[in-house]
């Protein structure tokens, strides 16, 4: 059974900088990618970045493009979020998530096989 469990969430003022990590286990194969969405009280989950497992590839939405980082740990199963220069509209509940198999679309969470329980991030002005 796959578990991904986050980490690394809190609250910090604006400008400021966060790391979150997602440590998997019960993968039986590499997952195709794994992502980070989250979603804000009221409003939809969106997706944040994305990476490929076997290529690194890359992907991030508009809004945080330049201030966060995606990375994976592919020995240690862990997938990482550098968030930097925070803004509170980056407050969220913050998820990770895993896809088995084929292409990875940040823009459809229904596709993603795996979930994580979240972890808070609050930024204050």
């Known amino acids: 059974q796959v578990q991904l469990v986050e980490s690394g969430g809190g609250s910090v003022q604006a400008g400021g900088s966060l790391r979150l990590s997602c440590a998997a286990s019960g993968y039986t194969s590499n997952p195709s990618c794994t992502a980070w969405f989250r979603q804000a009280p009221g409003k939809e989950r969106e997706g944040v970045a994305r990476i490929y497992t076997n290529s690194g590839n890359t992907y991030y939405a508009d809004s945080v493009k330049g201030r966060f980082t995606i990375s994976q740990d592919n020995a240690k199963n862990t997938l990482y979020l550098q968030m930097n220069s925070l803004k509170p509209e980056d407050t969220a509940m913050y998820y990770c998530?895993?896809?088995?198999?084929?292409?990875?679309?940040?823009?459809?969470?229904?596709?993603?096989?795996?979930w994580g329980q979240g972890t808070q991030v609050t930024v204050s002005s």
């Open positions: 998530a895993a896809k088995k198999y084929g292409g990875c679309s940040l823009f459809d969470p229904g596709q993603w096989n795996y």
